[in-house]
């Protein structure tokens, strides 16, 4: 009971701390629902892949094995997106259809679509894969665009990759600087670090929005019919 009292759903290391055995499965259970599931946007993907591959190396009081998780990281992470598009493309708009909370809000999905505006569908696709909270909500508003089932793939696929293994082997490589007696040292500091990294995405679009709004740009509301998308995205947005 003390264990789940003292459990912080927003830090990596207690995932992984409770998870224990099964880390390295709770790991990939939840990057793919980060991306896969719109109840799962709250949940430390950055921070939890990053620490994942800082627990790879061998002295590490929680140690995961590298390959596994260089495998399955990006396989469900690819999944999870893929089941977003679905969704999107299954339900429409309906998906979003609830009231704002002090989870979920308008925003999100108001901010997805306004990616593929401003970049297209391709370069909004990958880049939300960086971007905490937009890279949940971006793959079932692709859905709700029609974006092509075959493009989305690709750049999901992609996308997918480069953020799993990139952030993975970034804390392997960051963990192996580090001498064997500190690593579970520097496991907190390192922890907040990657939170406060991946929160500056999200801060960025606060302030974008707020701007916007005061200036009469940025997200307008949209038309409740699905606005069909062509294989090579919507074109930029025009000032």
């Not at 880390?23 to 793919?32: K, S």
């Not at 969704?87 to 309906?94: A, I, M, N, Q, V």
């Not at 937009?134 to 996308?159: D, Q, S, W």
Request: proline fraction near 7%.
């Amino acid at each position: 009971m003390t264990h789940l009292l003292a459990f912080n759903p927003l830090s990596a290391g207690d995932y992984i701390s409770a998870f224990g055995a099964y880390a390295i499965l709770g790991v990939l259970a939840i990057t793919f629902a980060e991306t896969g599931l719109l109840i799962g946007f709250f949940l430390p993907g950055d921070s939890l892949l990053f620490i994942a591959g800082f627990m790879t190396l061998p002295n590490s009081k929680e140690h995961l094995a590298l390959a596994p998780l260089l495998i399955g990281a990006p396989i469900c992470a690819i999944l999870g997106a893929q089941l977003g598009h679905y969704l999107g493309l299954r339900f429409g708009r309906r998906l979003f259809d609830k009231p704002d909370s002090r989870l979920f809000k308008q925003e999100y999905v108001e901010r997805a679509e306004y990616y593929f505006n401003d970049y297209g569908a391709a370069k909004a696709i990958l880049l939300a894969r960086f971007i905490p909270i937009v890279r949940t909500f971006m793959n079932p508003v692709a859905g709700v665009l029609e974006v092509p089932a075959r493009t989305f793939f690709v750049y999901n696929a992609i996308g997918g990759v480069v953020w799993t293994e990139g952030v993975l082997i970034a804390g392997h490589l960051v963990g192996s600087t580090i001498p064997a007696s500190k690593v579970d040292t520097y496991v907190i500091p390192i922890t907040l670090l990657i939170v406060l990294l991946s929160a500056i995405p999200v801060i960025k679009e606060v302030l974008t929005a707020r701007k916007d709004k005061r200036e009469g740009r940025g997200p307008a509301v949209r038309d409740e019919r699905p606005v069909p998308v062509s294989s090579g995205g919507p074109g930029r947005h025009k000032k």
